[in-house]
């Protein structure tokens, strides 16, 4: 329960950057759904896009690779300035190749007129990728506080400039010579990329004083050794990314345009819009995960080798199960609140958000059952599992996207993350045999079953009554959790300490 306690305390630290982040983010939202029509939204869920991609490629699995190797050699220092140095030289070389070929994939992309928006994403993958390794170190150094201080920072930074962008500059240019200088109608969901730019700028010169503390050393034989292990990660990233943002990809490519439509390019860029805008609703889970893996990398690996590993492995995927739980029956019983982050023009694909929140938790749940084989360096499995998992992707949203829209995105991440985690957990076993709770598990799922379908049923009701009835259904869900997982007396305990603090 120490140990339990410890994971949870850094996946509430490091989660506390993204949850605020992500909610000052979260209310972005409504600024580019009210502010830009849907066509222009879909240019920025296509490029972000582009982003998680590349940035998987840009890193090449040196996050899990240093944590890795932290561990194992003598010398932590040596490992983080010859990851550091690697980076540096593919990112820097990354940057220059973009910008010389930036025009010729503008043209590809179809955006001839805005050459600079590929420029601008080229450079925040570039200081996005460099940073990677000095936010792994505060991590593996377990300085949360400053990892969540610089995350916050950045955060801040950028929406901030996407306000004064979007909302002021527009009004100030109206009334001030120097402002209308510098202000563009046009230029329009470019300040988005701009305002990332700035932040990751910032970001990476808060780094700069921990750079002038180590003294920089390289060691080829560390480096080729640590890319033996990592680059198999790379692949089994793509494939996870492919997964879980292809959709997007094949809204553009696969999608077919309805008979009458003039403009088939801003057509798709508005599917992709709408589509991107309510995915976000369901970000809420992802946000859960990313917390959780931010904690679990350098706890997991810091506890390989303890005698109760293979218990506490399977105390916290039990009550991973249950947070997704959680989480999925809140967002659920609470969309007519939540679904006002979005514009109502956008409300048309919110019968996608409860599929997107399952194919997330499934993630989570894929990511942590990735362990076996990351503490065992057998990182070529993780390559079958999430190569099995893209090839699902994208011969599914082929097939289907054409006949359903995005809708059959949605279908796709659910169900092909729900394969991949049946053989992740399946070869798991082999490697990493753990005493799963199967009985409460399978308890908590048909509870979370027949709770979405009570809520499901209330739908049509008045706002304020199915705002209760659903609240009830959630309270009653909890209790009866509490009650088998006998927490009553550790929450009276905990609730106790708050009153004497």
Same mark, same amino acid.
């Given at each position: 329960m120490g140990k339990l306690k410890?994971?949870?305390?850094? *996946?509430?630290? %490091?989660?506390?950057?993204?949850?605020?982040?992500?909610?000052?983010?979260?209310?972005?939202?409504?600024?580019?759904?009210?502010?830009?029509?849907?066509?222009?939204?879909?240019?920025?869920?296509?490029?972000? *896009? %582009?982003?998680?991609?590349? /940035? +998987?490629?840009? *890193?090449y699995g040196m996050e899990?690779?240093? $944590?890795?190797?932290? &561990?194992?050699?003598?010398n932590p220092e040596l490992?983080?300035?010859?990851?550091?140095t690697s980076l540096f030289t593919t990112s820097s070389l990354f940057i220059l190749l973009g910008l010389w070929f930036a025009p010729n994939v503008a043209h590809y992309l179809g955006y001839d007129n805005h050459?600079?928006?590929?420029? %601008?994403?080229?450079? +925040?993958?570039?200081?996005?990728?460099?940073?990677?390794?000095? $936010? !792994?170190?505060?991590?593996?150094?377990? #300085?949360?506080? &400053?990892?969540? /201080?610089?995350?916050?920072?950045?955060?801040?930074?950028?929406?901030s400039l996407n306000l004064f962008f979007i909302l002021w500059l527009p009004n100030l240019a109206q009334n001030y010579e120097f402002f209308s200088s510098i202000y563009s109608k046009d230029f329009g969901v470019g300040y988005v990329f701009v305002a990332n730019l700035v932040s990751s700028v910032l970001t990476l010169l808060l780094f700069v004083p921990d750079f002038l503390k180590v003294k920089f050393q390289f060691d080829g034989k560390l480096l080729r050794r640590m890319?033996?292990?990592?680059?198999? /990660?790379?692949?089994?990233?793509? !494939?996870?990314?492919?997964?879980?943002?292809?959709?997007?990809?094949?809204?553009k490519f696969f999608y077919t345009v309805p008979d009458g439509v003039e403009d088939a390019n801003k057509f798709i860029l508005s599917e992709m819009g709408i589509y991107g805008a309510n995915a976000k609703i369901a970000v809420l889970m992802t946000l859960f995960v990313q917390c959780f893996r931010y904690a679990a990398d350098p706890f997991f690996f810091s506890q390989?080798?303890? &005698?109760?590993?293979?218990?506490?492995?399977?105390?916290?995927? &039990?009550?991973?199960?249950?947070?997704?739980?959680?989480?999925?029956?809140?967002?659920?019983?609470?969309?007519?609140?939540?679904?006002? $982050? +979005?514009? !109502?023009?956008?409300?048309?694909? /919110? #019968?996608?958000?409860?599929?997107?929140?399952?194919?997330?938790?499934?993630?989570?749940?894929?990511?942590?059952?990735s362990f076996w084989y990351k503490l065992g360096g057998k990182t070529v499995y993780g390559i079958y599992i999430f190569l099995i998992g893209s090839v699902l992707t994208i011969v599914l949203d082929y097939l289907l996207v054409p006949r359903m829209g995005y809708i059959a995105c949605a279908l796709t991440n659910a169900f092909s993350s729900f394969v991949m985690l049946v053989i992740t957990f399946v070869w798991g076993r082999k490697h990493l045999p753990c005493d799963y709770d199967f009985r409460n598990i399978i308890i908590f799922f048909v509870l979370a079953c027949v709770s979405y379908f009570l809520i499901t049923l209330v739908d049509d009701f008045d706002f304020w009554i199915t705002l209760s009835i659903n609240t009830l259904i959630i309270i009653a869900f909890a209790a009866i959790v509490i009650k088998v997982e006998n927490l009553w007396q550790p929450l009276k305990n905990f609730a106790n300490k708050l009153l004497k603090r």
């Open positions: 410890q994971l949870a305390g850094q *996946t509430f630290i %490091y989660g506390l950057s993204s949850i605020v982040g992500r909610i000052l983010n979260y209310f972005l939202v409504p600024l580019y759904t009210h502010c830009f029509p849907s066509e222009e939204y879909g240019v920025v869920v296509e490029m972000y *896009t %582009y982003i998680t991609f590349l /940035l +998987i490629i840009l *890193t899990t690779g240093f $944590f890795n190797f932290s &561990k194992s050699e003598n490992v983080f300035t010859t990851s550091i050459v600079d928006f590929v420029s %601008y994403v080229v450079i +925040i993958l570039g200081l996005d990728a460099l940073t990677s390794i000095p $936010f !792994a170190r505060l991590r593996q150094q377990n #300085k949360a506080i &400053k990892f969540a /201080l610089f995350k916050l920072i950045g955060i801040f930074v950028n929406i890319l033996v292990y990592s680059l198999p /990660l790379v692949v089994s990233g793509l !494939a996870g990314m492919i997964n879980d943002f292809f959709d997007r990809v094949a809204i390989k080798g303890s &005698k109760d590993f293979n218990q506490l492995f399977a105390n916290v995927n &039990k009550y991973l199960i249950l947070f997704g739980l959680f989480i999925f029956l809140g967002i659920m019983g609470y969309m007519d609140i939540v679904k006002h $982050f +979005i514009a !109502a023009s956008y409300w048309d694909g /919110l #019968k996608v958000v409860p599929l997107l929140l399952i194919g997330h938790w499934l993630v989570g749940l894929v990511y942590l059952q």
